[in-house]
């Protein structure tokens, strides 16, 4: 091992161990709001900075440095754009959200529609967090394994096992708690690395001469990436406007008020995360003839910074992906316990089986994790399920009185459908095609059909409208 490698896994272990005596510090949990809510307490910063931590992993951290170093300034349209649309609209709809009287995803749509249609919902939530959380893992294992020169499949292991095990016990207050740690962590990483960077490049008017000599003349252009990267626009902008750990976060401020701050907060703090990994990225094309092994982050670190600056990055990088993993695992395990599992079980007998199915949600995340090695690939699949199968009935049962569980329903088993024939498909070219694979076309035929859908079944079946109006009087989405 070299002495970057040395000092870089020693600070892993002092991270870990500092997690764990947090996380063995706090209080227990007596119940599952305890568990997954953290018994409604936190203050809204806290829960902003978890937020942020949840939305800033593999993706954020790595993936979108190494597009903006092909892409120049228009791979923000990557990760940053969804992003932000997202969270916007996650301000416009945090009170709404906060003010019903149902934590959870499934819950709100039982006492919306049906337990037939909640049932439906969740479990395709609940494969949204696995397979987005496997993509974490994928992260993980890429980043481990070039940085210390370690196998894949022992770098996932290690990744999965130490999210897993602090994340067992702490629930939703050890993940916020750990996350406020990560998130400074990230924060030192993330200038830390951009800073060195573009001090090597001598500015920015370098990588635009840079740029200019290899023939890419909009690289400077924020806008060049909004057609490339539309399709991501909105499937990610869709599927992470719905996106269940952000909405646990927002059932567990202590007020509606507080939901609004906490979604204004993580707002403006991405916008200057984002342009940081998406300038860290383009600063790489001056530093680097062609695209680093194991990406221009990584490279950056292990050759222009010093042993224990590049430490200090690497335990940075590993916490927000980490961060990540843990938000997501933790609110499957939530779906699996408050909105699957059978909810005549006392709350002793519950709170054991949200420990049993934060493991059993990282071990299928793992196995996913170790099949397929592409975090586009993996977060795709989980986007585009919960997009096409969960977006309409989700968000129109808050605002659209005449919606009733029938077109729910419908609306979602045409999105699982289209969802799983995209999916076979890339896998049997050979099979018809009637739009092209993961583009524009495919996204919008997929949430203009599931909304068809939707309002016809609702308009040619029996009303439900005492649901409908108790549901939407209590949400009441355009109070201020």
Do not use: H
Not at 38 to 64: C, E, M, N, Q
Not at 232 to 240: L, N
Not at 434 to 445: C, D, G, K
Request: glycine share 8%; proline share 2%; charged share 15%.
């Amino acid at each position: 091992m070299s002495t970057l490698q040395t000092i870089s896994l020693a600070g892993l272990v002092i991270y870990f161990a500092v997690l764990l005596f947090i996380v063995a510090k706090e209080k227990k949990n007596n119940n599952t709001i305890d568990y997954f809510f953290a018994g409604r307490s936190l203050p809204f910063w806290a829960l902003s900075i978890t937020f942020i931590a949840s939305w800033w992993g593999a993706g954020s951290a790595l993936s979108t440095a190494d597009l903006a170093y092909s892409d120049g300034l228009g791979a923000f349209w990557y990760y940053g754009v969804p992003v932000l649309i997202s969270t916007f609209l996650m301000i416009v709809g945090s009170k709404a959200i906060r003010r019903v009287e149902y934590l959870t995803q499934g819950e709100m749509m039982e006492a919306r529609y049906s337990k037939i249609t909640s049932k439906f919902l969740s479990i395709m939530i609940l494969i949204f967090m696995t397979f987005t959380a496997a993509s974490q893992m994928v992260g993980i294992g890429n980043f481990f394994g070039t940085y210390l020169e370690m196998q894949y499949e022992t770098a996932v292991i290690i990744g999965a096992v130490i999210v897993l095990i602090y994340s067992t016990f702490g629930g939703f207050r050890g993940v916020v708690l750990t996350d406020i740690i990560q998130f400074v962590l990230l924060g030192i990483s993330a200038i830390a690395v951009f800073v060195v960077a573009i001090s090597n490049t001598g500015g920015f008017l370098d990588i635009a001469t840079t740029a200019k000599s290899l023939g890419k003349d909009n690289y400077m252009s924020i806008s060049d990436g909004a057609s490339k990267y539309m399709m991501y626009v909105i499937t990610f902008g869709c599927a992470w406007m719905i996106q269940a750990n952000v909405w646990q976060r927002i059932s567990a401020t202590k007020s509606d008020k507080d939901a609004y701050k906490m979604t204004v907060m993580s707002f403006f703090a991405y916008i200057p995360l984002y342009l940081i990994v998406v300038f860290t990225g383009m600063a790489g094309i001056v530093l680097f003839d062609k695209m680093p092994e194991g990406g221009v982050v990584t490279a950056i670190v292990t050759e222009y910074m010093s042993p224990i600056l590049g430490a200090i990055v690497f335990v940075g990088i590993s916490a927000a992906i980490m961060s990540t993993m843990d938000s997501l695992i933790n609110t499957g395990a939530m779906t699996l316990t408050m909105d699957l599992a059978e909810k005549e079980k006392s709350e002793k007998e519950k709170l054991a089986f949200s420990r049993i199915a934060t493991l059993i949600v990282t071990i299928i995340a793992l196995v996913i994790s170790l099949r397929i090695r592409s975090i586009l690939e993996i977060s795709w699949i989980a986007s585009d399920i919960i997009t096409t199968g969960v977006f309409i009935p989700l968000v129109f049962g808050f605002i659209y009185r005449r919606g009733n569980s029938k077109g729910a329903i419908a609306s979602m088993g045409f999105g699982l459908i289209y969802c799983l024939y995209n999916l076979i498909r890339s896998f049997e070219p050979s099979m018809p095609a009637f739009w092209e694979p993961n583009s524009t076309a495919q996204v919008i035929i997929g949430v203009s059909s599931s909304a068809i859908i939707y309002f016809i079944v609702s308009a040619l079946t029996k009303p439900e409208y005492e649901k409908a109006d108790k549901f939407i009087k209590m949400a009441n989405i355009f109070k201020k």
